[in-house]
């Protein structure tokens, strides 16, 4: 059973830096695209970033409104991923999600349960 | 970017009646078109993915159709677990991006 658990989620100032993790269990985490996706309070859904496998490239890609503060990582020894994101603003107060790209390519089919972020003073 | 415009913002309805949920994209994806369901305080949940294929384990009574700009995805009968929100996504085009939802509420 594929299992996305998500941490590292809190309050932050704006301004501050916050890392998130997501421990991958059930699956083979090398071979997968890992995605952040973000749902502010009472909000839609937003995508943050995409980081393709190593084998694909490993390359990250980036919505507009993070590229520049966040940056997506991932250890295959661990099966890990994470978002480190810096320069918080308190538009990016949302819970984010870990998703895994599976069996329907760019169309995430296992997700956590997701982490708060609320960046506030 | 790609926008997703989902209509309506809430659809009233009662069990047993059909729903029809709309989602039209400002360009041309193909059929790159997945659709979601929420349930409050869970992660989406995949339903539909190319517009018109039902990932695994998604009842029967879920449809969706399209291409190019306009999708639909069609509930044949509501059962009262399927009164929640339900977003569309494209992947068309980087960035990814999800339309704005629709919330299906008892009638």
């Known amino acids: 059973e594929v299992q996305l658990v998500e941490s590292g989620g809190g309050l932050v100032k704006p301004g501050g830096s916050l890392r998130l993790s997501c421990a991958a269990s059930g699956f083979t985490f090398s071979n997968a695209w890992m995605s952040w996706v973000r749902q502010a309070p009472g909000k839609g859904l937003e995508w943050v970033g995409r980081?393709?496998?190593?084998?694909?490239?490993?390359?990250?890609d980036y919505a507009a409104p993070v590229k520049g503060r966040f940056t997506i990582s991932r250890d295959d020894s661990t099966n890990t991923l994470s978002l480190q994101m810096s320069s918080l603003k308190t538009e990016d107060t949302a819970v984010y999600y870990c998703a895994m790209h599976g069996d329907y390519g760019d169309f995430p089919d296992s997700w956590g349960q997701g982490t708060l972020v609320t960046v506030s003073s | 970017e790609i926008v997703l415009t989902q209509s309506p913002a809430t659809l009233s309805l009662s069990p047993g009646e059909r729903a029809t949920l709309s989602c039209r994209a400002s360009q041309s994806i193909s059929s790159y078109l997945a659709w979601y369901q929420q349930k409050p305080g869970q992660a989406p949940r995949l339903l539909i993915y190319?517009?018109?294929n039902r990932a695994t384990d998604i009842p029967a009574r879920f449809s969706g159709s399209g291409s190019g700009t306009d999708f639909t995805l069609t509930i044949s009968s509501l059962e009262p677990e399927d009164f929640v929100v339900y977003y569309c996504q494209q992947r068309g085009r980087w960035p990814l991006s999800f339309g704005g939802g629709t919330k299906v509420e008892i009638k």
């Open positions: 980081m393709k496998s190593k084998s694909a490239g490993g390359t990250t």
């Open positions: 190319d517009a018109s």
